[in-house]
């Protein structure tokens, strides 16, 4: 800290030394450590049971054990729309978990884009159901150099955002290109779209739009920027308010 004297009546600011303050940060340290564990493993117990309820709901939805009126269909989609966003919440805390503790887990190796986007639309089936998905892509099979299992968790959060943030019956495109050595994969939505004012903030820790429609927590963008950023990839948005919104993540071809 630069302390300076300005004595009463005189313009000039005078500079009589420097004050250095040391603080031991250990236990905040410490105590940083053991909240983010606690996070971990809160998010980690929670998941099971989210999942078999999930299961248990799915037994029930296809009439496994029984058959059920539309009434209670109604009920059970109801229930399984909030398992899932549960789901979505543990994951994204785990996630942060990872993220915050400068310990993102990579396994990098060649992964197919045509598995990783099937899983993350198949991960989105329930919601987008009103939504109309097209999937742009070569014949041949491309591979990226990427970790299959964090990429796959940008992609759905990726589309996730495209339809809960875009209107009934509108269109979503994904497309894959591949240029000199690198593989793009966009995410086409004609929803609300982002102002240029918060186009960068979208990727801050729990940064949402004020006034934002749906629930959420404001992590999604901020792990996947970093998860894409811990594999030398790249995720980038271009959006027009009103008119919709375009999320790129570039890798590495393998
Ligand atoms: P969450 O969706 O849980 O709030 P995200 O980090 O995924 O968290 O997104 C941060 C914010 O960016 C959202 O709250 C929303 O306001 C905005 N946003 C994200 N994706 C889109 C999109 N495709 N269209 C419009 N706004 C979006």
Redesign the pocket.
Known sequence: VNIAILPTGEKEVRSIGNVIILRNVTPYKELDFAKTNFIANISHELKTPISSIKITLDLLRNESVGTTNEEQRQLIEGIRDDADRLLKITG?LLNITQVESGQIQLNIAGSPVSEMLGYAIAANEMQAESRHIQLIAPETELSVLADAEKTAWVLT??I???I???YDHSNISISVIESQGIVQIA?K?S????SQE?KNR??DRY???PG?T???????????REFMEAQEGTLRVE?ELGA??T?TIGLKKA
């Open positions: 994204e959060n990726l996730s955002n495209a809960r943030y875009s995410i939505d929803g609300q779209g982002i918060y979208i990727f940064f949402r739009i934002s749906r629930e959420g927590t404001g992590l999604g963008l901020a792990i996947s959006s919709g919104s999320f």
